[in-house]
């Protein structure tokens, strides 16, 4: 097994305000799976984890653009965006990658998507309620939607952890 090597990923702080600590944690998270992706050729990063199961992890990075952007964007911010990939008759299409689909594509995506959401968050303090709301018709404040994306992307890192051993052998951070 190879170890993976840790990327310019940056550490939370132990002393920061709560914010920032909120926004750390958060940057750390999205950082990591960019580092459970490095080294990896775009057809590895297409391979299916365990198949018949389509998850990949170019899929999974296309699937937190999304995310990124329904919850700072269209969530917090009231922004009526269209999904990036996903539709209605095929709601999982994030998840759905072809034989053209790149990393460096995908990436710029991610990363653009992660750019608005630092821009979408800014515009709000912890305790400002978004201007969208959820299913049970209630909005969020801006320190519930961090501390779920962070969750969001603690979960789906330990599915890059499975997916990532599973293409090349490689394990860690």
Not at 57 to 72: D, K, N, P, T, Y
Not at 87 to 110: C, K, L, M, N, R
Not at 131 to 137: I, L, N, Q, R
């Amino acid at each position: 097994m190879t170890p993976m090597t840790f990327a310019e990923r940056p550490e939370p702080a132990i002393d920061a305000a709560e914010r920032p600590m909120l926004e750390g944690w958060l940057d750390y998270h999205r950082e990591t799976l960019v580092v459970k992706c490095a080294g990896l050729t775009d057809a590895q990063l297409r391979e299916a984890s365990v198949p018949p199961s389509a998850f990949t992890l170019i899929g999974l990075v296309r699937h937190l653009a999304e995310v990124e952007r329904f919850w700072f964007r269209e969530t917090l911010a009231g922004e009526k965006l269209p999904d990036l990939y996903s539709t209605e008759e095929d709601p999982d299409a994030d998840f759905t990658v072809s034989e053209t689909t790149t990393w460096a594509e995908t990436e710029a995506v991610w990363r653009a998507e992660v750019a608005a959401a630092r821009e979408s968050a800014a515009a709000f303090g912890l305790d400002d309620f978004s201007k969208g709301v959820g299913s049970a018709g209630k909005p969020f404040n801006l320190r519930w939607i961090y501390t779920h994306m962070i969750e969001e992307y603690a979960r789906h890192n330990g599915h890059a952890d499975l997916v990532r051993e599973r293409v090349d052998g490689a394990t860690g951070v």
